[in-house]
Each structure stands twice: as C-alpha cells, then as structure tokens.
C-alpha cells in the first residue's frame, strides 16, 4: 500500500486473462472483476459500485485511465468511497448490454469506457462514458464527479435508490404488442438507404461513418432479387470509397474500425477482427455481381492482412489492433515524405507520395494517412514498393495486439474465408476457415456448449446468444464451401442449442444471455445491427438457411415465431435490421435450390465455384426414386421461383439460364 495516498498498487485484476483487464492490474485504483467478492464488499461496507466497461484497444479508454485511474489522487477518491469493478465488454457482452442500454437511456448516447454508478444490487443510478480528471467545457470532471455521487450517497440515498428501482424496473417491462412478418419493410430499408445515402462520397448518413459492411450486403441482395441497379450503385461506390480511403491501410492491408470524417480520410485507427470478416463478404459479394477482379483483390488483400497479422499459429484469430502507438492514436499509420525517400529512393518516392497523397502539409496532424481519394488511378501500380515501407514501418513503432480469440468474432472470420475461397478459387482461405474452426472445436466448445473467449490456454465464461448465432453460420458456410455434410450436421446441433438455452417460446426473439450463463438486473433480446448484425438478426438467417438446406419440418413454428418478433422490432427503423432483412428476403423469395446426385465424390468439389453462398445445395450419393442420374453421370436437379428446370449434367450451363 502506499503510505503517501493509501491506495493500493495492485489489485484483484491480477491472474485475468483479458487483455483489457490486465492494462488495469497495475493501477493504484482497487479493481475487482466482475465477482460476488465485489458486491458483497459494496453490501458489507455500504459503499455504491462504480462499474467502468470498456476493451483493450479502445482509445478513449486509455485516455481515461492515463487521466484517472493511474492518478493517486483520484484512485484514493475511488478506494475511499466506492467498490470498482473493470469489465471487458467483449467478454462479457451481457454485462455491456445491460448498462449500455441504461446508459443510452439515461444520457441519450453511449459508447466506451462506459461509466456506470449503482448501488450493490446491480441496480444503476447514474451513467456516462468518458470524463475528464477534471471539469473543462462543460463537462464535469471525473474526480467532482466521485465527490458529488458520494455526498448523494450518505446525504440522499433513498433518492438514488427509488431512482435505480424505477430504471431496473422499466428496462424489465416486456412488450406485449405482437406482430406477423411483413416483407413490405424490406421496400421500406431500401427507402431508408436512399434517403440516407452520399451520393457524393459514399456511405450513409454524416461522419462518423462505420464501414457496416451488412447493410452494403442486403443493398447488393436487394439488386440480385430485384435488378434495382440503384442499390449496386450504392454499394459499390461506398465499398471504393472505403478502399480509396485512408479507412483502409494501403501499406499493410485491412480496414480500421470507422471514418471519423465524411471522406473516409481520417479514420479511428483500431482495426476490428469483425469489420474485416464483413468487408471480405461484401468485396466477395460484389466480385460475384460484376465480375470485377478489383473487389476480389481487395478482399484479398484484407484476407491476407489477417493471415499475416491476425492468426494465431494454431489457427484462430485474434481480436484487434490498437489505434494508439507510443500512447499518441494513429502514429504507427502516417508517414512524412522524407520517410518514404529514405526507403525506397527519392525519384521513386516521389511518385508514390503522390500517389498516395503523402505531403509535405499531412492530412492528419501534420503528416499523412495514405490514401487514393485523389489518385485519378486507384486500381494499383505501386505494390513492388509496399514491402520494404511495410518493414519500415513496423520496425519504426509497436501496435498492441488484443490477442484473445473469440467465438462470435472468429466465426464470422471462417464464414469470410469460406467466402473469399469460393470466390478466388483459394484453397489457403479454406485451409484457414477450417483451421479457425477447429480451434473454436478443441478450445472454445464442450459437447454442444461454446465459450466466449480463449487466451494463454484458458477459455472465458459460457457462450451467449452471439457466440451460437455466428457459429452456426461459419459452418453453414463452411459446409457451403466444402459440401461436407458433417459442417451441416454441427450447425443443426448448435442452433437446436439456442433454441433450448436462448429462445423466447412465448413472444419470440432469443435472449442474448442462456440458461447457463450468470443472472443480472435483466435479460435484454439484442435485435438491432450495429457495428455487427445482432445475434438475433443471425439467427433469423440460420434458421431461415437451414429450412431452406434441410427441409426440417420441426423448424418452423421457431422460424415463424422469430421473423414475427423481428419484424415488430424492425418496423419504426428497418434499415438498422439489415441482416434480418437479408433473412426475410430470403423467405419470401427463396434462393435457388440445387439437387446434386452425385456419382464420385470429386463430382462436387465445382460446385461452390459456380453457385453463389445463398443457394440451398443437397447432395445425394447415390440415386433416389425422385432424384436419378441422367446418361449415367452426376446430375443436378435446379429449382428457383416455384420452377423446376430440367435435370443436366452441366451445372454451368443450367445455372446461368436462371
């Protein structure tokens, strides 16, 4: 302890594996994790829990904790006063869920660190994100802050407590209105979309801009069911935009988390395992559309970063990069001209900075993101050089890497891969997803129960609804991309999981946290798609694939159920549904079916070349009295729109009359 402030220099986030909480271990701020030890302590001392979330590449949190929580000061305020709890939100995102939905409520915005002031029954009285150490521009500083809910604490307390009861008590009200599914919203998204659009530099609303790369995927579907090329227009021209941009790293590949501008300059520098999985779709999507080599490169592109940066050597995939480098945000990305001379030659340099727009000037703080917003040809030319500036500049400053694997995230990497090795024929991007798979097998899953996370030999707490939802779609994906039935198989058992431990039977829609996992104030159902689709959203699209797939009759009254419930939950905005609007297209007008009677194994492995990832494809080994090989050879039986074609041994030549 330390005799000066009486604050203690570690705390009871030692021994943790989250990366995040382990930035904390150190601080003279007593931190527990989120334990029954805590609020037993709060109880016994009669002190108010302060609950800080947040994660480990998250540049405001650090801002903060360099401010506050390794402040003695301050800490002794927070030691004297309060019981502090450190939470990684994404490793436990029930506890995000919770208190961010407070927060929103309370304050009308929320974001990370999440600060958060309740009482020892988890009950929140008080909510904000970040603050200063002290008061500036209106806004209070942090140790006021602490002062004043302190003096409100011995002074009003039964003030605060009503106010905590009656915020429990709303958040625990169900909703009682019920709806039928109705594909009128999905007219309604795409109105949404056009109203929103920039048609000038792409995306959707006023910075800052997420990539969202599933609202681009819904607008690309829209055009393949409806031929609506206003939709194409929009995608890709925000999907060039984003490469274009400095949101997108030109010298080592992969996309940052979003643009803190219009122009996709300037973006927040962290780089999300989850945006890059989704961006790979959406390039891959859009390579199947148009046939341009440009969008493939580019998933490509952003793939490889992965293998190279992102994967651990038994095959799962880490979670970020940080945005910060020397505790200065964006300095590992920009360059000075005089750097790219001394690398690759003046004469030489002078063509790639103007290229990529590194001058003298900068575009961000008085250097440059390289980017080709203003670069007439944006298709390349350059790449020879790229080596040697991307050993330079990892030599010249460090990244934190968070280098926990996660479940939900992994998953949507190996359905990305799946993609990407349809699309560019690639059979390292399979190898990939199914190496990350069977990782999630053997370190994140027991019987039929997944777990959050994984890090120095350790997995985290029980899955909750994201970690099952993104799941069964990597190995619907998975079996898309191999046709092995095995991947089918899992999928079937996992979802029949969810359902048993996450599914409302009475109104619908799945809890994000299960039967298994821990009991908080109270058990939200996450329907909107943010920075990534929704668990509910997902598993609206597995339930509605796997009908589709599998023809199990016992799904839907569940299908039903949840396309009703997510359908009341998207009718005031249906834009912020995108992925169940995917999923709803997808019932109403159901992809086309492909019935592969197969002779030799070997038969099948064109296949997920020639369809794209959204056809039901069945394979049979062996001949059927409904389905029979045609001049003694593999045959395929193709059905869309409630019509048959009929059977061929040409699966090319067939497909493409649809």
Known sequence: MNSQWGVYMSNYLKGQTSPYLLQHAENPVNWYPWCEEAFERAKEENKPVFLSIGYSTCHWCHVMAHESFEDYETAEILNKYFISIKVDKEERPDIDSVYMAVCQALTGSGGWPTSIFMTPEQKPFFAGTYF??????????????????????????????????????????????????????????????????????????????FPAAHNLLFLMKHYEKSGDRQSLKMAEHTLIQLYRGGIFDHIGYGFSRYSTDRYYLVPHFEKMLYDNALLIMAYCKAFWLTEKEFYREIAEKTARFILREMTSPEGGFYSAQDADSEGSE????????????????????????????????????????????????????????????YEYRKNRYTLHLDDKILTSWNSLMIAAMCWLGRAARGDKFLSAAVMAQKFIENNLCHGNTLFVSFRNGKHGQRGFLDDYANYVFALIELYGASLEQEYLNKAEKFLQKAISDFFDQKNGGFYLSGKDNETLIMRPKECYDGAVPSGNSVMAYNIVRLYQLTGDKSLEPVLKKQLDFMSG?????????????????????????????????????????????????????????????INNKTTYYICKNHMCLPPSNDLAGVYDKL
Not at 146 to 154: A, D, F, G, R, V
Not at 332 to 360: C, D, L, M, W
Not at 571 to 577: K, L, R
């Open 132 to 209: 200063p150490k002290e008061t500036r521009y209106g806004v209070i500083g942090f140790k006021e802050l602490l002062l004043k809910i302190n003096e409100k604490w011995q002074n009003s307390r039964e003030e605060l407590l009503r106010s905590s009861d009656s915020i429990a008590e709303a958040f625990n009200r169900e909703k009682s209105e019920q709806v039928k599914a109705d594909a009128g919203i999905i007219s309604e998204a795409i109105e949404l979309y056009r109203q929103s659009y920039d048609s000038k530099f792409g995306g959707f609303g006023k910075a800052p801009k």
């Open 330 to 389: 964006g300095k590992y990305y920009v360059f000075e001209p005089e750097e790219i001379e001394a690398v690759i030659g003046k004469k030489e340099a002078q063509e790639f900075n103007r290229h990529y727009s590194i001058t003298r000037d900068g575009n961000f703080e008085g250097k440059s993101i390289p980017n080709l917003l203003n670069s007439v040809d944006y298709h390349g030319g350059f790449e020879a050089y790229l080596p040697e500036i």
């Open 569 to 629: 939950e998207a009718a005031a905005y249906p834009a912020g549904y995108s992925m169940f609007v995917c999923a709803l297209y997808d019932y109403v007008e159901p992809p086309a079916e492909v019935t592969v009677v197969c002779r030799e194994k070997d038969d099948i492995k064109n296949i997920p070349f020639i369809v794209p990832p959204e056809c039901a494809v069945k394979v049979l080994y062996g001949q059927t009295d409904q389905y029979r090989y």
